[in-house]
């Protein structure tokens, strides 16, 4: 079955340690896209992606980093510069940036930083 | 900066009540996408509109997008404890990116 899967599923780091988050699809979507969800909250763009070898800084990519090597994988590394990284880390794939049409999301990671 | 604003944050109703949540948009969108988190779970899609004054229908749940295309609406007909979840609208504005609504907490009591 195609989609999207995200690991760990919980991850628990102490301050100051970087930490990398995995998003891989196999559904062929050129656009990628990572997400914070805070409670109450809603969704807000870390970094996003359109094709390989290419990202692009969303509203809140301040303390975070990515890469886009291969098509279908796109990690976030939360690092110790981010302020507050406790929240629930979604990835999201589309078949195309240029295009309208839905998000397909992954399980979510859950980071608690101690 | 761009803002997508949803109302009400929380709503609880008695099964078999409606339930309504409303987004509007500081800027004209070109579509607006409305998804569905149940508890623990991750968002998954529910429907794209495009058209100004665009009405769809699933089953019990009705969505609207406004004239001028800066609001839109999500109404569930008579609910059931299935409905329960929180609910965003996304907005395109035309920068390749979705912005989010803070999303709708549907609680229901059966």
């Known amino acids: 079955d195609g989609g999207i899967t995200q690991s760990p599923k919980y991850l628990f780091r102490k301050e100051g340690q970087n930490v990398t988050l995995s998003c891989e699809q196999n559904?062929?979507?050129?656009?990628m896209y990572w997400y914070r969800q805070d409670p109450g909250q809603g969704l807000r763009l870390i970094y996003y992606?359109?094709?390989?070898?290419?990202?692009q800084k969303g509203d809140i990519a301040e303390g975070y980093s990515v890469s886009r090597e291969k098509k279908e994988s796109f990690p976030l590394t939360v690092t110790s510069a981010q302020k507050n990284p406790t929240a629930f880390y979604l990835c999201?794939?589309?078949?195309?940036?240029?295009?309208?049409?839905?998000?397909?999301f992954g399980e979510g990671s859950r980071l608690t930083v101690l | 900066g761009q803002q997508v604003m949803q109302i009400p944050q929380y709503q609880h109703v008695q099964e078999g009540e409606d339930f309504t949540t409303y987004c509007n948009s500081s800027?004209?969108?070109?579509?607006i996408q409305w998804y569905k988190q149940r508890p623990g779970g991750h968002p998954v899609f529910l429907i794209q509109?495009?058209?100004?004054?665009e009405v769809k229908k699933q089953k019990r749940l009705t969505f609207q997008f406004g004239e001028a295309k800066k609001n839109s609406s999500l109404h569930i007909t008579a609910t059931q404890t299935t409905d329960v979840g929180t609910y965003f609208c996304?907005?395109?504005?035309?920068?390749?990116?979705?912005?989010f609504g803070q999303g709708t907490r549907l609680t229901i009591n059966p």
């Open positions: 999201a794939s589309k078949v195309t940036s240029y295009n309208t049409g839905e998000l397909f």
């Open positions: 509109l495009v058209k100004s004054g």
């Open positions: 996304a907005g395109d504005q035309g920068a390749q990116k979705l912005v």
């Open positions: 800027t004209t969108l070109s579509n």
């Open positions: 559904l062929n979507h050129d656009a």
């Open positions: 992606s359109q094709i390989v070898n290419d990202f």
